[in-house]
């Protein structure tokens, strides 16, 4: 699918329509296009490809039998409108189809983020709502990048200017992918972008990790979960290859892993190529 020169971008995420991630992606993207954000109304990490809506009449109903009615499968969205388009309550996966099916003109790309907290690793595609917004709208059939920015160890506050690097990236890649043929090769792309308080060190193109880590146990009669991968990414000692996207991130370079759905890496060099000429 080749991207207008001006095109209409759809900016959901998972942090809610208030998060600064989100405004900072905003006011970037406006540079390079039409922006209208259909986001959740409220933080709604981690809830993965859910939807709210879409199976019967309400999920929300006591009795889930299907009802085969002519309207049984259609649901009423909330939504409460926005400075910056409209809050949604509903999952990001609700907002991406809310966003690419009802909007009017319908949008050439879906950008979800910024994302507060890095998404790295192919583990992670079904649990994070920021990329699940993305692959929802590459199934689809509108191309996708999901932006994520790690905040391990980034204690302060974060505003809109924090996420500043990470709107760069997103419009240099929205704006530059024009007569590319860059999402005829890929369906969607997983950007993760290194604290704001590190130094630039070049963009990696690379793959998701497939090493994933949890533990669990059961001490003084109750059960715990441990999360090796960030208390690794925390010492700064992960078991990752030096072409997968954790390991570029803790080289403090921008990882972004172009995909295709459900959970593919597509051939990364003709990719690099075009990325290169972007980026």
């Known amino acids: 699918m080749e991207l207008d020169s001006d095109p209409h971008i759809l900016l959901t995420n998972d942090d809610g329509i208030d998060a600064p991630g989100i405004r900072a992606l905003h006011d970037a993207l406006s540079a390079v296009g ?29 009795d889930l039998s299907l009802d085969l009615a002519a309207d049984s499968f259609t649901a009423a969205v909330p939504h409460t409108d926005h ?5 949604i309550d509903g999952t990001p996966c609700d907002c991406a189809i809310v966003g690419a099916k009802a ?31 993305a692959m929802e709208a590459a199934f689809l059939g509108t191309p996708s990048i999901a932006v994520s920015m790690d905040t391990l160890g980034y204690d302060a506050d974060l505003e809109p200017t924090d996420f500043e690097r990470a709107g760069e990236i997103a419009a240099a890649l929205v704006g530059g992918a024009a007569g590319t043929g860059l999402f005829d090769r890929v369906d969607y792309l997983n950007v993760n972008v290194p ?9 990696a193109i690379t793959r998701p990790t497939e090493v994933y880590e949890m533990d669990a146990a059961f001490e003084n009669g109750g059960f715990e979960l441990t999360n090796r991968l960030w208390q690794q990414m925390a010492n ?20 972004i892993s172009p995909l ?10 003709p990719v690099r190529r075009i990325l290169g000429d972007i980026l």
């Open 34 to 62: 039409t922006v209208t954000v259909v986001a959740p109304d409220r933080n709604r990490s981690a809830v993965g490809r859910s939807l709210s809506y879409g199976r019967t009449r309400s999920s929300t109903d006591d």
């Open 83 to 87: 400075e910056l388009g409209y809050a």
């Open 103 to 133: 909007l009017e003109p319908t949008p050439d790309i879906v950008v979800s983020g910024c994302n507060s907290g890095a998404n790295l690793g192919a583990y992670v595609f079904s649990r994070s709502g920021t990329v699940s917004a």
């Open 195 to 203: 604290r704001p308080d590190c130094e630039p060190n070049g963009v």
């Open 236 to 255: 700064r000692d992960i078991p990752d290859d030096e072409d997968t996207d954790r390991h570029a991130l803790l080289e403090e370079a921008v990882s």
């Open 260 to 269: 295709r759905v459900p959970y593919d890496v597509v051939d990364t060099e």
